[in-house]
């Protein structure tokens, strides 16, 4: 054999073991990659919304139409896909809880998140179950106690419960309500059995054709919720949220801080409970705010307080007379602010304390509207000692 045959001889070997090993290491790599993206259970770490979802965050009335639970609750496989709420949560980021999230505001607001800012309509029944399933299963994501869902989520989630703040503060403060099944209820269901006009238990003022949500068991509302506003942006929300509902019913009270004048002189009961519920939910929001700290999500409970400010819109402050029309529930949240909340550390210092949020807003209102004292007084204690035992059930 020649010397350059032998040459080619070599050159020829060393290709095919070249080629061998690198289609070795291609089949290593294709068996180590997806080893190394598995989590203990065997699935991938996180996975993307469904391609379905682009089409949701698009069309509200499709959304609501394909992630709907069913009347009974139990088809809830397209919101459990959306969410991901079973095996490898869902990746943060524009395919995964930025589009799940989009696709869960059209459902159960009935506007894309682009169209916030559009007058808000009655809520669905559709719409309604779509937000009671989805608490139902974010809060049953995670075997611990608390929920753990992806908090990429939470800006979307505060969007949906603020649609939905009225049966959202009902739900944190007293969870399901008395033997009521169903996930939603309308206004006329939930009228008292007198049919006297004597109240209304999902809605103080009833406008006469909105659906509410009736979130799920015990605590269940609250757990999410608290787990949602640990984001300053989303806690900036529901606050407002809240606090416009807030103004919303004060201002709406006779002259006597009774929902209705027909109502006995004593009859401050309903006044009560509706005070307690604002004064728990801005409690519970403040306990989110001291999780966020201690689980490390921000820095400081400073950085907490200014990233606030820059997302609130402002303050609220009920009119200085009674105010006699009816809204639909569904437009609380889109209330425009009377005030700026202003800017700087005392602003931020002054917002963030719930206290003073809602008791300057109360006292201001019972001057206005000349409260009789013995009366407001009563109302002021009711409202502190439920906002202390809030705070206390950290």
Not at 160 to 176: E, K, N, P, W
Not at 378 to 386: A, H
């Amino acid at each position: 054999m020649s010397f350059l045959s032998r040459i080619r001889g070599a050159a020829s070997r060393r290709t095919v073991l070249l080629a061998g090993a690198g289609v070795l290491t291609l089949a290593l790599l294709a068996v180590l990659v997806p080893a190394l993206l598995l989590g203990e259970d065997g699935s991938d770490e996180c996975r993307q919304a469904p391609v379905s979802a682009r089409a949701q965050a698009r069309d509200p009335e499709r959304a609501a139409k394909e992630l709907d639970p069913g009347e009974g609750v139990n088809r809830t496989g397209s919101l459990k896909r959306l969410l991901r709420t079973n095996g490898s949560p869902l990746c943060e980021g524009a395919d995964g809880t930025q589009l799940a999230g989009r696709a869960l505001v059209a459902a159960t607001t009935g506007r894309t998140t682009a169209d916030q800012h559009e007058p808000a309509r009655p809520h669905t029944e559709r719409a309604a179950r779509v937000a009671h399933a989805a608490v139902l299963l974010l809060s049953e994501g995670n075997k611990s106690s608390r929920p753990d869902f992806p908090l990429g989520l939470n800006p979307y989630l505060a969007q949906m419960f603020a649609s939905y703040i009225q049966d959202t503060s009902r739900g944190v403060m007293l969870g399901a309500v008395r033997d009521w099944k169903q996930p939603t209820v309308t206004d006329e269901e939930a009228a008292y059995e007198d049919r006297s006009g004597s109240g209304n238990w999902a809605t103080p003022f009833p406008a006469g054709h909105d659906v509410h949500v009736v979130f799920p068991e015990f605590e269940t509302a609250k757990k999410v919720v608290r787990r949602v506003a640990t984001s300053p942006r989303a806690f900036a929300t529901l606050y407002d949220a809240e606090r416009a509902r807030y103004a919303w019913y004060l201002e709406r009270l006779t002259d006597t801080a009774q929902e209705r004048p027909e109502m006995p002189e004593s009859g401050t009961l309903s006044t009560e409970l509706e005070l307690e519920q604002s004064a728990t939910l801005v409690a519970e929001l403040m306990t989110s705010r001291t999780l966020a700290v201690k689980e490390g999500l921000v820095s400081s409970s400073d950085a907490f307080d200014r990233s606030v400010l820059r997302h609130t819109r402002g303050l609220y402050h009920p009119a200085d007379h009674r105010i006699r029309t009816r809204p639909s529930a569904a437009t609380l949240a889109q209330r425009h602010p009377d005030a700026s909340a202003g800017n700087g550390a005392k602003a931020a210092e002054r917002l963030m304390d719930g206290r003073v949020q809602l008791f300057a807003v109360f006292d201001a209102w019972v001057r206005e509207r000349g409260i009789p004292e013995g009366r407001a007084q009563r109302l002021r204690v009711k409202m502190d000692s439920r906002y202390a035992n809030a705070l206390r059930l950290l």
